[in-house]
């Protein structure tokens, strides 16, 4: 079982564990679920940071959307990273990347603004503000993962691309954020080294 696998269980235990002691009620009122509930635009700075985290883990969209929006302006660098991670979710780009990984989606013209196009639940605006994000935080030393890195170049590529999304007419310096993003990982992972060829091949 991967670790968001594990995380969940593990958070459903707490919650049926809470159900057994108590009412749910209670539950809302008086544990971090309450952030669930909760308007998370009506809450502190150090508040939204905790309900961002929340709704990430429920993995409830509405949730997710609600924190985005109430957090995204803040620019503390903890707000800036969950505002990222949400954005990685909302985007709904995993069906992209698993298309373009197993071949059956080319990197050429307009392939990926096309697929992009015709299937629901993809917005990589999300992606490319999550890139943006995540370099900013590259710039101040902010503790990333191999993850953060991958998915931050991802979406860096797709802003450098414009609405076309067409990859062929990028060049290496409008790619050089996301290899910037990447350097610290494309020596030891094999993938963040793939692409970070690719794109130093521009």
């Known amino acids: 079982m991967n670790g968001r696998g594990l995380a969940v269980r593990s958070a459903l235990v707490i919650v049926f564990s809470l159900l057994t002691l ?24 150090a508040q939204k940071v ?7 883990q429920s993995g409830d969209p509405s949730a997710m959307k609600a924190a985005y929006d109430a957090i995204k302006s ?7 990273y969950q505002a990222a991670q949400l954005g990685v979710e909302l985007s709904g780009v995993g069906t992209l990347l698993t298309q373009v990984a197993t071949g059956q989606l080319s990197l050429s013209g307009n392939a990926i603004g096309d697929f992009v196009a015709a299937t629901a639940g993809i917005d990589t605006s999300y ?7 995540l370099s900013t935080l590259n710039t101040q030393s902010y ?30 310096s409008d790619v050089a954020p996301a290899v910037n993003l990447l ?6 992972d094999p993938y963040a080294n793939l692409l970070s060829s690719y794109l130093s091949g521009l």
């Open 50 to 56: 905790e309900a961002a985290k929340e709704a990430l």
């Open 143 to 172: 503790p990333l993962t191999t993850n953060d890195r991958m998915m931050g170049a991802v979406g860096l590529v797709l802003q450098a691309a414009g609405p076309s999304t067409n990859l062929t007419s990028l060049t290496a």
């Open 74 to 80: 803040d620019t503390s660098p903890d707000a800036t």
């Open 22 to 45: 108590v009412g749910c009620q209670e539950i809302f009122t008086y544990t971090p679920l309450a952030f669930l509930r909760r308007d998370p635009s009506t809450l502190s700075p």
């Open 127 to 133: 992606l490319k503000d999550a890139g943006t994000r």
């Open 183 to 188: 350097a610290p990982i494309s020596t030891t």
